[in-house]
């Protein structure tokens, strides 16, 4: 992907909701591991946010024309960046959380043995940067719900 216009061409052409365009952005594999990682969530064109929000209209630094795309049309609905360091002690804990029930317990390495394995160590990187997109998304899908929700209860 050279642009995110082109992530959305490419979400319209499969016909899908949205496309994940993720960036290896660090990488070290020897002792203790460390990876960095970058998501961001392209929904397909008319999806699903409202064209005309008057709140970047009021803080707009330019003019908005009707009709065409504003400069914050390009950008990702969702956006993730992490980078986990093996050496932190709360990636650490995170990592032994995410082992639990992932690893052979048997082994003399134990749930240290997916520091030991770059390749199992970039799955727990992975399943790190697809959880936070995933809370990210459901929070901004939820907020006109629960918007909607509170105007209707009765007070």
């Excluded at 959305?8 to 993720?22: M, P, Q, S, W, Y």
Aim: aromatic share 8%.
């Amino acid at each position: 992907m050279q642009s995110p216009q082109q992530a959305r061409t490419l979400a319209n052409a499969l016909g899908v909701d949205g496309l994940i365009v993720g960036t290896v952005t660090a990488w070290d594999p020897y002792d203790p591991p460390r990876i960095g990682l970058k998501l961001a969530l392209y929904a397909r064109d008319g999806n699903p946010e409202p064209s005309l929000d008057p709140m970047r209209l009021q803080t707009a630094y330019t003019d908005f024309q009707p009709g065409g795309r504003s400069q914050y049309d390009s950008k990702p609905v969702a956006l993730v960046s992490l980078f986990l360091d093996g050496a932190n002690h709360e990636v650490l804990m995170n990592l032994q959380r995410y082992a639990s029930g992932r690893h052979n317990p048997e082994t003399a390495l134990g749930w240290r043995g997916i520091l030991a394995n770059m390749d199992l160590y970039t799955e727990y990187a992975a399943w790190c940067a697809v959880s936070r997109l995933l809370e990210q998304e459901t929070l901004r899908i939820g907020q006109p719900k629960q918007a909607a929700a509170q105007q209707q209860e009765p007070r």
